[in-house]
């Protein structure tokens, strides 16, 4: 059984950071195309970055790019997103995402499995 689960959310200000986790079990991060989206209030879910396996690679949604990081640590098969210059617009609800298909990976559709995601404050 393959499980998601995120931490790390809260409330910060404009301008600060936050380091998201996604502890995953049953499945391996170093053979997974794992995935960040968030969903604002109101919105539907939206792309924010994802690291694939083989080769490693990383991609970002332009909103969050120089902004935000994807990396992941095999010991503890985690995948982490670790945001910077936090603006209002990046309130959300963050989900992690695994096992994308590489041609999908910018989409909902394209992840097998996900956490239960995390809420994401930023005040103005």
């Known amino acids: 059984q393959v499980q998601l689960v995120e931490s790390g959310g809260g409330l910060v200000q404009a301008g600060g950071s936050l380091r998201l986790s996604c502890a995953v079990s049953?499945?391996?991060?170093?053979?997974?195309?794992m995935g960040w989206f968030r969903q604002p209030p109101g919105k539907e879910r939206e792309f924010v970055a994802a690291i694939t396996w083989s080769p490693v690679t990383t991609y970002y949604a332009d909103a969050v790019k120089g902004r935000f990081t994807i990396s992941r640590e095999i010991a503890k098969n985690t995948v982490y997103l670790q945001m910077n210059s936090l603006k209002p617009e990046d309130t959300a609800v963050y989900y992690c995402?695994?096992?994308?298909?590489?041609?999908?990976?910018?989409?909902?559709?394209?992840?097998?499995?996900w956490g239960q995601g995390t809420q994401v404050t930023v005040s103005s």
């Open positions: 995402a695994a096992d994308g298909r590489l041609r999908r990976i910018f989409t909902t559709a394209g992840y097998d499995f």
């Open positions: 049953g499945r391996s991060v170093s053979r997974s195309n």
